[in-house]
Nanobody, 123 residues
Framework: QVQLVESGGGLVQAGGSLRLSCAASGRTLSISRMGWFRQAPGKEREFVARISWKTGITNYADSVKGRFTISRDNAKNTVYLQMSSLKPDDTAVYYC????????????????WGQGTQVTVSS
């Protein structure tokens, strides 16, 4: 099993920046992909970004492309989400996710989830 713990959420003004961190522990050698999802009140959980643990190849949702950057530090078993030019629409609970296999941009197939961290962007 893999355990994921997020940190770094908070309150920020529109146009500001935040960096989220997700520390993985347990059977981390099994991890193939790490990603970030978010869920706003009354909405479904949606894909934000993902990264290949081995190659570092990244993918982003169109809504965050050019503003968010996902990265990883394999030595620390940690994945990051640097968020810039934040907008009120980015307000959500952000979840870190992990998978042992190649997965897509829906929640299906992601076997490991963190507890979530709240990001609130004020206008």
């Amino acid at each position: 099993q893999v355990q994921l713990v997020e940190s770094g959420g908070g309150l920020v003004q529109a146009g500001g920046s935040l960096r989220l961190s997700c520390a993985a522990s347990g059977r981390t050698l099994s991890i193939s992909r790490m990603g970030w999802f978010r869920q706003a009140p009354g909405k479904e959980r949606e894909f934000v970004a993902r990264i290949s643990w081995k190659t570092g190849i990244t993918n982003y949702a169109d809504s965050v492309k050019g503003r968010f950057t996902i990265s990883r530090d394999n030595a620390k078993n940690t994945v990051y989400l640097q968020m810039s030019s934040l907008k009120p629409d980015d307000t959500a609970v952000y979840y870190c996710a992990g998978s042992d296999t190649t997965v897509g941009v829906t929640t299906a197939g992601w076997g490991y989830w963190g507890q979530g961290t709240q990001v609130t962007v004020s206008s």
